[in-house]
């Protein structure tokens, strides 16, 4: 008998996320989750006419693909990703872990031949640019723990978040987006950070449920050579399996100068994949009500009601700030009085204070009036 929030869920993904229409190609892919989670979405596939493409994958199996995998090997399987890619008009990739850190004794250079020639084509390449696109985890065990919650009570979190009314959000969200695209210069302000950058004259993209599943959010770019100052992550971040803390990122006309944290070597190896790596693509605030603590997982994290992400890496083409790179690391900064406190400043006006939006066309952002 199949839990029937996963057809809440799927009816989400498909109406709301990809919008997927008759005769449309939509590619899924499942890494460790439920089959039961697969078998539903593709009776709403059929539901509404469309063409699915399935393929079934597991972490492990990942893992000891890259560890003896040479360029030849991560090249082939990455065309061949390519070319399904290419045949979606959309994609929905979901992620169950039962392990967070599966990937972290994968050698460095395997890494990088994993990003070079499989995942940078095929996601940031080509699924971004030129699909329907929504990703999303699943709820697991590991998850639980790392969100210090019951596995029951996180199952509720995580589908109460999930299928939250996004309509709402979105109307709530465009006085933010008018208001960043009427904006030159950003200031950033908390224990160790004081950050500045100009986000004039590019635009402002809500998510609000089309892209990522948790979504809540609205992101920009800086100007590429615009960046100064310092940023101080306050919470662990996760990338390519290994796990950092303590991030600082310091800045000059753009370029990340200095880049240090619990695994400083690992980091700024992920810094030198190619010169995008050490610029930013993507300056966003998150307002998701029922996000309110960090659990090392992205997708969550950025969403975070009274945070930010400033990611190194690519931008996307909705803001395209010009920084090309096959890294796009999303690094989360909290706000919250919990968390330390700060402050978001637009042209020198105070916008954001601890978490909270200060001026009245944003206080419809704030948690209790999107709950």
């Known amino acids: 008998m199949y839990d029937p929030r996963m057809r809440k869920l799927a009816d989400v993904l498909i109406d709301h996320s990809v919008r997927l ?4 190609t939509v590619y899924i892919e499942a890494f460790d989750i439920p089959t039961e989670m697969v078998e539903v979405l ?3 596939i059929y539901e509404v006419g469309g063409v699915p493409m399935v393929a079934l994958r597991s972490a492990r199996v990942m893992r000891k693909l890259l560890m003896n995998a040479d360029q030849k090997t991560i090249a082939q399987i990455g065309e061949v990703e390519l070319e399904k ?3 979606a008009q959309a994609y929905i990739g979901m992620r169950g872990s039962y392990n967070i850190t599966e990937n972290s004794d994968v050698p460095a250079d395997k890494i990088d031949l994993f990003m070079k020639y499989w995942s940078g084509p095929v996601h940031t390449g080509w699924r971004v640019p030129n699909t329907k696109w929504v990703v999303l985890r699943w ?3 590991s998850m639980a723990q790392q969100a210090q ?5 996180f199952e509720d979190f995580y589908f109460n978040t999930c299928t939250l009314d996004y309509p709402k959000m979105s109307r709530a969200m465009d006085p933010l987006v ?11 302000v908390s224990p160790g950070t004081d950050l500045t950058f100009s986000i004039k004259s590019m635009p402002a993209v809500k998510c609000e449920g089309d892209r990522n599943i948790p979504d809540g959010e609205v992101y920009t770019a800086p100007i590429k050579d615009s960046v100064n100052g310092v940023i101080s992550y306050n919470t662990r971040t996760l990338y390519q399996g290994k796990v950092f803390d303590n991030v600082v990122l310091k800045f000059k006309d753009g370029k990340i100068i200095e880049a240090t944290s619990s695994d400083t070597k690992s980091q700024n190896i992920i810094h030198d994949t190619d010169p995008g790596a050490r610029y930013v693509g993507e300056f966003a605030i998150g307002v998701n009500p029922y996000i309110n603590q960090a659990m090392l997982d992205t997708l969550f994290d950025e969403k975070i009601a009274g945070s930010i992400h400033f990611t190194p890496g690519s931008a996307y083409k909705e803001s ?12 989360v900064l909290i706000q919250t009085p919990e968390m330390g406190g700060g402050e978001i400043y637009f042209d020198d006006v105070l916008i954001r204070k601890d978490g909270r939006f200060v001026i009245d066309e944003l206080k ?3 948690p209790e009036n999107l709950a």
């Open 21 to 24: 229409q008759k005769g449309e």
């Open 42 to 44: 593709l009776d709403k």
């Open 85 to 87: 890619m290419k045949r």
């Open 139 to 141: 709820p697991t065990a």
């Open 149 to 153: 919650m019951s596995t029951e009570r």
């Open 178 to 188: 008018a208001l960043m695209e009427r904006t030159d210069r950003v200031r950033i």
């Open 320 to 331: 395209d700030n010009g920084n090309k790179s096959t890294v796009h690391w999303d690094m």
């Open 364 to 366: 419809g952002l704030n």
